[in-house]
Nanobody, 126 residues
Framework: QVQLVESGGGLVQAGDSLRLSCLAS????????MGWFRQAPGKERNLVAT????????SYADSVKGRFTISRDNSKNTVYLKMNSLLPEDTAVYYC???????????????????WGQGTQVTVSS
């Protein structure tokens, strides 16, 4: 049974930085692509960033390119999201997710994710 536990959210001011972490357990972490998603009140859940199982490739939403960086440490079963130059519109609940299939040879997309964390709130004040 996959468990994903996010941490690192909080209340910050515009322009600040945060680093989210997601600790995974239940499966061999290094075999699976990972992703970060976010959902603002009244809006659908959207992909923020994804990373292949081996860290070889990443993908970002246009709205966060150049500001956010996804990375992973397979020795710690953890995926990170470093968020710089935060904007009020980045305010959302951020979710970590894990690919359904191991060793996928492409960066996973939304439909590929089958396990989700409980989310961590990020609030950016102007």
């Amino acid at each position: 049974q996959v468990q994903l536990v996010e941490s690192g959210g909080g209340l910050v001011q515009a322009g600040d930085s945060l680093r989210l972490s997601c600790l995974a357990s239940g499966r061999t972490f290094s075999r699976y692509g990972m992703g970060w998603f976010r959902q603002a009140p009244g809006k659908e859940r959207n992909l923020v960033a994804t990373i292949m199982w081996n860290g070889g490739s990443t993908s970002y939403a246009d709205s966060v390119k150049g500001r956010f960086t996804i990375s992973r440490d397979n020795s710690k079963n953890t995926v990170y999201l470093k968020m710089n130059s935060l904007l009020p519109e980045d305010t959302a609940v951020y979710y970590c997710a894990q690919d359904r299939s191991p060793w996928r040879m492409t960066v996973p997309v939304l439909a590929d994710f089958g396990s989700w964390g409980q989310g961590t709130q990020v609030t950016v004040s102007s």
